[in-house]
């Protein structure tokens, strides 16, 4: 069996512009490299949390981490603290301006920014950028991996003037590579041993529930009546929707989407840390 990890990075909403685009990655890994590729990746998270935090419950979740927690730039000599004392800090201030908040709504959106990145709050930036590096080399240093990913520029002339959903478009695009893959894998095992065992595929995607509205009826579509490249051969019963903080294929699903959503809405651009890290996962 070999095992499909998807998600997305950037939003399918043409009208949100802080995303220029759409990724879709999978992850694909064969069953027998599973444990090996969780050992490193709880190694990882082993680095960067908290003595008291077990790795298992240290999710990495690009989105909540690469970016700036504002409170760490308020503390003086931030960085020369310890961790536990940064962390202690930090919620301390953070409780202090919930508190602050004039109205419920107010104090409930930030309390819910707040709970998305408690995790990193110990990290600076440095660390969490290292994190970041630390996460991708995992993906470019483990050769059985193999990524399959859809890339939509949400101001391309076709996308504008067209009615397809891209979350539709990239769940498309992504699942006929894979089974193509898997079609391409079996018929080189059954060219040396024409009765050898043929591997499937399992689909394990990010659970989202406007996603998974999507992709559940489309896939059954598939089932019955093929996708825009031809039938479905060796993909297997439907897509699980599992929750990306106890699945680890999926927390870097996660960093690969990040990866190529990050170097293509900064334009490509040669020589930037981005074209690096996304080149590291080419």
């Known amino acids: 069996m070999y095992v ?27 069953e027998g490299s599973w444990f090996a ?8 998270k082993q680095r960067y949390c908290l003595a008291d935090t077990d790795p298992d419950q240290f999710e990495i979740h690009v989105k909540e981490f690469a970016g700036t927690i504002k409170e760490q730039d308020e503390i003086p000599d931030f960085q020369e603290m310890a961790w536990a004392e940064r962390r202690a800090r930090v919620l301390e201030l953070r409780k202090q301006k919930l508190l602050a908040e004039q109205s419920n709504s107010k104090r409930n959106n930030r309390r819910d920014r707040y709970r998305n990145s408690a995790p990193y ?9 290292q994190l970041l590096d630390d996460a991708i080399e995992v993906i470019a240093g483990y050769d059985s ?12 002339p076709a996308v504008l003037s067209g009615t397809a959903d891209l979350r539709e478009q990239a769940f498309t695009q992504v699942v006929a590579r894979f089974d193509t893959f898997l079609q391409k894998k079996a018929s080189w095992r059954r060219r040396d041993s024409p009765r050898g065992r043929v591997d499937h595929g399992l689909l394990m995607h990010d659970h989202d529930a406007s996603t998974q509205s999507v992709v559940e009826p489309l896939f059954r579509k598939y089932r019955q009546k093929g996708h825009s490249f031809g039938l479905i051969k060796h993909v297997i019963d439907v ?40 080149m590291q996962i080419f």
């Open 37 to 44: 590729l969780d050992r490193r990746l709880r190694a990882v």
């Open 121 to 129: 709050v110990h990290l600076s930036r440095e660390e969490r950028s």
């Open 145 to 156: 991996i193999r990524l399959f990913g859809e890339a939509i520029d949400k101001s391309h």
């Open 4 to 30: 499909l990890y998807l998600d997305a990075s950037g939003t399918p909403e043409l009208q949100d512009r802080n995303t220029r685009h759409y990724v879709l990655v999978g992850l694909c890994m064969h």
């Open 239 to 278: 897509p699980f929707f599992g929750s990306s903080d106890k699945v680890g294929g999926l927390q870097l699903a996660d960093v690969a989407a990040y990866v190529v959503r990050r170097y293509l809405d900064k334009g490509a651009a040669a020589g930037s840390h981005e074209e690096r890290q996304f």
